[in-house]
């Protein structure tokens, strides 16, 4: 199974709700990673986890708290987002290391829109 | 920090004919690794080609090679027999090797829109 699987694929809310994406892997990956895309932009990175523990945030707002429970899930939890938050948020797995055949697996992703 | 650049926007090639895209990118590592992702309007990224810095020989992929210059500081993507399949934007992307943390995420470019004429 090389697959990483997103859930929902579409989400709308309002600036006051919370809402969770969902990302599931079984290829035995030990590092996930959250991309957030714009609409005709490159992907850009939020967060790593490494082996279940944050090892890279890259100055996300707090607003953007991830949550790794298991080495083949990972959670992104939502709260009092801004419209301006409103894109494609890309979910990746690869094994641990930094090497070239160590890639990194996309999910298809999920559509965020915040009214 | 890296930065990667894709000047064209958007490609257009007719299919069974031959499309270069370009990209170049900045760092200051002397090993390092090149990606050329392929995300269709499905939005799903697909990895199409690998090249580690250090390797002298351009990577292939059936349909699809590289031509890496170090030196230039050059990674283009040439994509032979184009196919209506392989309309998509296309992502050059880099990733350090030098991670603490043992992960690294990637550094993409810009990206360039190709369109395959039928």
């Known amino acids: 199974d090389t697959e990483v699987t997103q859930t929902p694929k579409h989400l709308v809310m309002g600036m006051t709700n919370k809402k969770s994406l969902k990302c599931e892997q079984h290829?035995?990956?030990?590092?996930m990673y959250w991309y957030k895309q714009k609409a005709k932009k490159p992907p850009e990175l939020m967060f790593v986890?490494?082996?279940?523990?944050?090892?890279i945030n890259e100055s996300v707002p707090s607003r953007f708290s991830p949550e790794c429970p298991n080495s083949s899930l990972l959670n992104l939890h939502l709260h009092a987002l801004q419209p301006e938050d409103s894109a494609l948020y890309l979910c990746?797995?690869?094994?641990?290391?930094?090497?070239?055949?160590?890639?990194?697996?996309f999910g298809p992703g999920t559509r965020l829109t915040v009214l | 920090a890296q930065t990667v650049t894709q000047s064209q926007p958007e490609m257009s090639v007719q299919e069974a004919e031959t499309v270069t895209l370009s990209c170049t990118y900045d760092?200051?590592?002397?090993?390092?690794?090149l990606f050329w992702y392929k995300q269709p309007p499905s939005r799903q990224m697909i990895l199409v080609i690998r090249?580690?810095?250090?390797?002298?020989q351009n990577a292939t992929e059936n349909r699809f090679s590289v031509n890496f210059q170090k030196a230039a500081k050059s990674f283009s993507l040439k994509i032979s027999d184009s196919q209506l399949g392989d309309a998509a934007m296309y992502f050059c992307?880099?990733?350090?090797?030098?991670?603490?943390?043992?992960?690294?995420?990637?550094?993409f470019g810009k990206g360039t829109h190709l369109i395959i004429q039928p």
């Open positions: 990746a797995s690869s094994s641990y290391g930094t090497g070239v055949y160590n890639e990194q697996f």
């Open positions: 290829m035995g990956h030990r590092a």
């Open positions: 986890y490494s082996y279940e523990k944050l090892s």
């Open positions: 760092t200051s590592e002397s090993d390092y690794y």
């Open positions: 090249q580690e810095a250090y390797k002298q």
């Open positions: 992307a880099y990733r350090s090797p030098y991670s603490g943390g043992g992960a690294d995420g990637l550094t």
